[in-house]
């Protein structure tokens, strides 16, 4: 890929592990924690759907607590421990390769950016918790349209701040919804496919596939 002038992540399941809060409760809840986890994640990801399609906007927050409730009665888990998987979703892990790849990338001077349904203080807290204060030039959230992605308002932001052409950006996802979301705006989307998936059927192939971030290093050569 020739003349790319930044780089745009997504956050939940690019850069940061969303399973990691429940299995760091693994030992409490048991053998169905990685159910459990992407039953969340899915429950948390339906809701944006419906809330934007309801016109009944709530910020990711709310929408992660709320999913959260429904996957604990789902799963018979404690409800005492809903403060704990909360504190620990704020805290989320990068995937291993995450930090040096950015690095990497900034030194060969990128714009670089996440565009994400998260709110600005989650995702602010999740940069800082990680140490990568310094590696991003934005962070994007949707909160600035009042819609969740797939919405194409939500990929409209980095252009109007940029003002650069759509084909300039390359644009990263561990989600399907979100790269064909991307794609179809115009972006070089590119999947980030760490666990081997089938990419959904959206009018949109991405432009690459990676199996991990550091892979990205090479395409941009």
């Not at 745009?8 to 409490?28: H, M, W």
């Not at 992660?64 to 989320?92: A, G, H, Q, W």
């Not at 009018?203 to 990676?210: A, E, N, S, T």
């Amino acid at each position: 890929m020739k003349n790319i002038k930044a780089i745009i992540f997504d956050a939940y399941g690019t850069l940061f592990d969303v399973n990691s809060a429940a299995e760091k409760c693994k030992d409490k809840i048991g053998e169905k924690w990685e159910g459990f986890a992407n039953y969340w994640r899915t429950t948390q990801l339906e809701y944006t759907w419906l809330r934007s399609l309801m016109k009944r906007h709530k910020d990711f927050w709310q929408i992660t607590e709320d999913s959260l409730n429904k996957s604990i009665r789902v799963f018979n888990i404690d409800p005492s421990m809903k403060k704990e998987l909360l504190n620990l979703y704020k805290l989320l892990s990068t995937y291993p390769e995450v930090k040096e790849t950015l690095n990497k990338l900034k030194e060969k001077n990128y714009k670089l950016a996440i565009l994400s349904n998260g709110t600005p203080s989650l995702l602010n807290q999740l940069i800082s918790n990680n140490n990568l204060e310094n590696i991003f030039d934005d962070i994007f959230s949707i909160e600035e349209v009042g819609i969740f992605k797939p919405d194409s308002k939500v990929y409209e932001i980095p252009i109007k701040k940029y003002k650069i052409q759509k084909e300039d950006i390359v644009f990263l996802s561990a989600n399907t919804w979100d790269v064909s979301g991307g794609g179809n705006f115009g972006y070089n989307a590119i999947w980030v496919n760490r666990n081997d998936g089938i990419f959904d059927n959206l009018d949109y192939l991405p432009k690459k596939q990676v199996k991990n971030l550091s892979q990205l290093l090479d395409i941009l050569k």
